[in-house]
Structure formats: structure tokens, C-alpha cells
């Protein structure tokens, strides 16, 4: 059944300081919505729905020419459940696998939807909650099970009790994967009797359990994969990991790098075997490095083709 991946990215973002919208602001040369749209995009997904809300247009602006991506308009940003029911409402019942994905969670792999997916799947879930469990659970919604193991709930952070704060350490990372028909006929049920007076998508788990329809969870292997951006001090750390991320794929490829800290090399960059990349070396767009060059020490390139043996230095 085709594959709905929907990318929450209708937020304000006020932390950042900015007057631009989170979900712009770039991780190495790209705007941080950008990456769970190619990771979900990589993953297989047939349509692709973006939730756009503060600054829509900058964000559509991101996907100029992405003829795969399709916008929704949240006007009223009343939580994430209000948000899938602005998409049901806009596109018609959902089909076949649904995941949601957020546009600040740039660091989740394609490998890791396409694994929520099958896992879904295979048990015929209604939801399935991607879960982490991180050093540090302040902030994030836990998993509440029963003795034998079973996702009873997901219990948003501001309405835990002092004990639950302390004793469910497994956390909600904000990623489902749904099946699309019984997330159509049962979005509605969502209400806002919490802290917030938000319409949370976590309820869904409850609704479902209630229902007797079955509900799972997965755990993560990798929690950074599911790290959310909200700072510009956020934004440098996940920057980090990419970039070790990047540069570590690619020297495992046969690239050479003095100091792969002081390498940034994009996303839809390609470089040669046996080519060299020095320091303060910024590679961006879709620059295409051939082999057996040398390129560094603080050289800047965007959309470039340099051919196999070149060597290009800044001295």
C-alpha cells in the first residue's frame, strides 16, 4: 500500500529569536524541514505533506520545484492531533501506512521510517510510537505501560505526576507510523482536556487502547537521531552530528580528511575516491568532487564540478 509521510512544520519557533521560521534555518546548507522530506522521501514514500503555518510561504519556498511535495495550511496551531485533522480534512481519508515526521527532527534516517513502517506492517498496528530513551527526559511525553509490556499511553510531560516524572524514563519522540483508515475514522476523538488545551496526536495511543485496537512501540537504536531543534544553540549541535555523520560516510568511502571537525560537506555533494578535503574546506549544493583530488585548505564551493586530479588550494 503506497506509503503518506506528513512533516509537521507549522510552528512559530520564538526560541530561535528570529524573524525567519525554525524549520528555515539551515543545518550545513539546507533548511532543517528539508531533511525529514528527503529522509522520508529516501524511505519510499508516494506523497509527501507538509504542514506549513508561521511564514508559510518561506517555507513552501524550501520545495520550489519539488513536484512530490504537497502543502497543507494550518491556520490555527491548537497541537499536533488538530494539525493531522487539518490535513485529513484537506486531502481526504489517509491510505495505506501514514507517518508523521517533524520539520525541527533533521537527523532521522530513511532507514529508520522504513523500519516503523515494516514493523507496522507486520503486526497490522494501529499506531506505532517511535520511542528513545534519552539521559535526560525532561520535556518529552512517556510511555506508560502495563505488566506485561503493552503501550497503554503516552503521558505529554507538563501533565505527569511527580512519580511518573521519575519512574518512565521511556520517551515519546513524536514520530508514529499509522494505519491511515482507522487514523481517518477515529482523529476526531481527540480532545483537549490537558494543561495546554491542545489537541495532542499522543491521545491517539490511549483511544486505540480503549478501542482494543492494537498499539506498539519501537524502540530507537540511535536516540540522536530524534533530536528536535528549538535553539540556535540546538541547531549547532545537531549541525555536529551531521556532519560527523556526513564526513564519517564519506571517509568510510575513501576520502581522506586531515581534520574531519573543520570539513562541512552537504547532503547532495559527491566526492571521488582518494581525494583529499584539508581544513576549512565548505562544500555545498550539488557540488560533484572527482577523484584523486586535493581540495583545502579554506576552499568554499557551491554547485561545482572539479575534475578527477585537480587541486584546488587557498592559501
Not at 578535503?277 to 562544500?283: I, R, S, V
Amino acid at each position: 500500500m503506497p506509503l503518506t509521510a506528513i512533516v509537521l512544520a507549522a510552528g512559530e519557533g520564538t526560541r530561535m529569536k528570529s524573524r525567519h521560521p525554525k524549520v528555515a534555518h539551515k543545518l550545513l546548507d539546507r533548511p532543517l524541514v528539508w531533511w525529514p522530506v528527503h529522509a522520508a522521501r529516501e524511505a519510499g514514500a508516494d506523497r509527501i505533506i507538509v504542514v506549513v503555518g508561521n511564514h508559510a510561504d518561506e517555507v513552501r519556498a524550501v520545495f520550489d520545484g519539488d513536484t512530490d511535495v504537497e502543502f497543507v495550511e494550518q491556520t490555527e496551531r491548537l497541537g499536533t492531533g488538530h494539525a493531522m485533522r487539518v490535513v485529513r480534512d484537506a486531502i481526504g481519508a489517509f491510505q495505506g501506512p501514514t507517518v508523521v515526521l517533524y520539520g525541527d527532527t533533521p537527523l532521522m534516517r530513511a532507514e529508520t521510517i522504513a523500519n516503523l513502517v515494516e514493523h507496522t506492517k507486520a503486526g497490522h498496528f494501529a499506531c506505532t510510537v517511535l520511542t528513545m530513551s534519552p539521559a535526560d527526559p525532561t520535556g518529552y511525553g512517556r510511555i506508560k505501560r502495563d505488566a506485561e509490556g503493552n503501550v497503554m499511553a503516552i503521558i505529554e510531560h507538563k501533565d505527569c505526576t511527580p512519580e511518573e516524572q521519575a519512574t518512565l524514563t521511556e520517551c515519546n519522540s513524536g514520530i508514529y507510523c499509522f494505519c491511515g483508515r482507522r487514523l481517518s475514522e477515529n482523529i476526531d476523538k481527540i480532545g483537549n482536556n490537558n494543561a495546554q488545551g491542545e489537541y495532542y496526536l499522543t491521545d491517539m495511543v490511549g483511544i486505540y487502547r480503549e478501542m482494543g485496537e492494537p498499539v506498539s512501540a519501537l524502540l530507537a537504536e540511535d536516540d540522536s537521531e530524534l533530536l528536535g531543534v528549538n535553539s540556535r544553540v540546538q541547531l549547532a549541535q545537531v549541525t555536529k552530528i551531521m556532519q560527523r555523520r556526513i564526513n564519517e560516510s564519506l571517509m568510510a568511502s575513501g576520502v581522506t580528511m586531515l581534520d574531519p571537525d573543520q570539513v562541512w560537506v552537504g547532503p547532495e555533494v559527491t566526492v571521488g575516491q582518494d581525494t583529499e578535503l584539508l581544513p576549512l574546506t565548505m562544500l555545498w549544493g550539488k557540488t560533484n568532487i572527482g577523484s584523486d583530488c586535493v581540495v583545502g585548505p579554506n576552499v568554499f564551493l557551491t554547485d561545482a564540478s572539479v575534475e578527477d586530479g585537480a587541486c584546488i588550494k587557498n592559501r
